[in-house]
């Protein structure tokens, strides 16, 4: 709650970039902002701290994008850089990494026994994603109704173990065999009905083009122009990049892998291939779970832990390339070693989250080389940290960390990287503050 010197601070009318930054369009100083608008700053303390509220006044009946003469993040401020870490849910946020450095001095860093595939252990993964998730699915069978919840997060994770082997086939890193990987891969990604093929295209694009915008197939930032076309859109995708944000990856996997018009045609005999293994899975395995258990059975047993590993799909997602300090940029000012290194975060999660989905949250390494196997990344990591350590984002997964990303990384805008939908369109911004109010903020 604002306290008595916030009601007495004064009131400043600020107009658009175009005063603020010479030689920069409003439409680049800020995405879809409009000349000549005008934005409310009101500066107020809260638990002791300054804050400055940006309230955005319409014009002609059109929505304005809130515009602040605020510079991008000041990464080579060590002390900016911890109270950035402290709001944001981090444990360090990364110096930026210098124009000159590239991607391949930072790979020649890495010792080579990490890109080695040992077929011991990559079998040995498989093992521990089979026994546990049959183990999930006994769980499920057992469990009185009030402890299924807790069945469905074992299997629903352990499933994701399959997600990560597919992972790794689709990278090269888990057999020295192309067909063995392309098999195991498209079996892997069976249970999740998810297609091999056009998602291994898609992701291949992700890794050449991480947080580049339009560019990038993971996450974007919404745009300003998707936010004004309908207010049926404008609510939808408030829901969609807040509270169901942890649930996106399922439009993601509708919208992006069974379209064939998304595919070069030398892809498509391939894609082909691996969307009839997903419709002959559904044609045959969903009616034999009905046969043997009921639609209830096949919500129970195959439904609810899809929709935890969706989850997870989600939320590591978004956790590793996604947070206020993170830009995502042009093709014409996008730096591969910068989006590698510095726009990855590595998160650290519960132990046993880690075991069943393969080490897929140390991702910073497998962003400076997909090749490396997923039982290889710590090692990758212990390299990387004590050589590039001071440029790295580092995070324990926590409520502060997913309530920054769910409330404050929305719409884009090319000097703050973020604007928040509740500074964007505050009257239709009901669901971010219900997340600000009643998620804990623990870090």
Known sequence: MATASALSAPLQLLSSRRALVKGLSPRRAAAGALSGSLIVKRDFLHNGRSHHQFLPLKQRGKLQAAVLPVTPPLLDDEGKRKQMSEEY???????????????????????????????????????????????????????????????????????????????????????????????????????????????????????????????????????????????????AIIFGYGPIRPWMSIAHWLMWHFDLKKFRSNELPRVKISLACVFAFMAIGWPLIILQTGIAGWFKFWFMPWMVYHFWMSTFTMVHHTAPHIPFKSSEEWNAAQAQLNGTVHCSYPRWIEILCHD??????????????????????????????????????????????????????????????????PEESQPIRFLKKFMPDHA
């Open 89 to 235: 849910g981090f444990k360090q946020i990364g110096e930026q990494l210098p124009d000159n450095v590239t991607l391949k001095d930072v790979m020649d860093t890495l010792p080579k026994e990490v890109f080695e595939i040992n077929d011991v252990k990559a079998w040995g993964s498989v093992l521990i994603s089979v026994t546990s998730y049959a183990f999930g699915l006994f769980l499920i069978s057992k469990a009185p109704w009030y402890l299924l919840p807790l069945a469905w997060a074992w299997a629903g994770t352990a499933v994701t173990g399959f997600f990560v082997i597919g992972h790794d086939c689709a990278h090269k890193s888990f057999s020295r065999n192309k067909l063995v990987e392309d098999i195991v891969g498209t079996l892997a990604f069976l249970p999740l009905i998810y297609p091999y093929e056009p998602w291994r295209f898609k992701h291949d694009r992700h890794h050449a083009k991480t947080n580049m915008l339009v560019e990038d197939t993971a996450w974007q930032p919404v745009w300003q122009k998707e936010i004004e076309s309908s207010s049926f859109l404008r609510k």
């Open 360 to 425: 897929i949250n140390v991702h910073v390494p497998h962003h400076i080389s997909p090749r490396i196997p997923s039982y290889n990344l710590r090692a990758a990591h212990d390299s990387i940290k004590k050589n590039w350590g001071k440029y790295m984002n580092d995070a324990d997964w926590n409520w502060r960390l997913m309530k920054t990303i769910l409330t404050a990384c929305h719409v884009y805008d090319k000097e703050r990287y973020y604007v928040s939908f509740d500074e964007v369109v």
